[in-house]
Nanobody
Framework: QVQLVESGGGLVQAGGSLRLSCAASGRTFSNYAVGWFRQAPGKEREFVAAVEWSSGFTYVVDSVKGRFTISRDNGKNTVTLQMNSLKPEDTAVYYC???????????????WGQGTQVTVSS
């Protein structure tokens, strides 16, 4: 069974940085995409970024491009979301998710972590 465990959330001032990690276990992740989503209170869940496990190819949505970077470490079975120049509107619960499929589409994710809270103060 696939398990995804997020860590690294917390409270940061606007303009600061946070690094989120997703520890993946339970299978080999060849042909899998691992993505990050976020959900702010009262808002729909939003797709943020994804990485193709085998190749390392990445996709980041336009709204955070240039500030957020996603990467994976095959040896440690982790996916990292580096978030820089954080804004109060980045405040949300951030979720790691996995699926078989391409990294561009936000659909089809069937494995989810429990989420980690990110709060950006102004």
């Amino acid at each position: 069974q696939v398990q995804l465990v997020e860590s690294g959330g917390g409270l940061v001032q606007a303009g600061g940085s946070l690094r989120l990690s997703c520890a993946a276990s339970g299978r080999t992740f060849s042909n899998y995409a691992v993505g990050w989503f976020r959900q702010a209170p009262g808002k729909e869940r939003e797709f943020v970024a994804a990485v193709e496990w085998s190749s390392g190819f990445t996709y980041v949505v336009d709204s955070v491009k240039g500030r957020f970077t996603i990467s994976r470490d095959n040896g440690k079975n982790t996916v990292t979301l580096q978030m820089n120049s954080l804004k109060p509107e980045d405040t949300a619960v951030y979720y790691c998710a996995a699926k078989r499929g391409n990294i561009v589409s936000p659909r089809g994710y069937n494995y989810w972590g429990q989420g980690t809270q990110v709060t950006v103060s102004s």
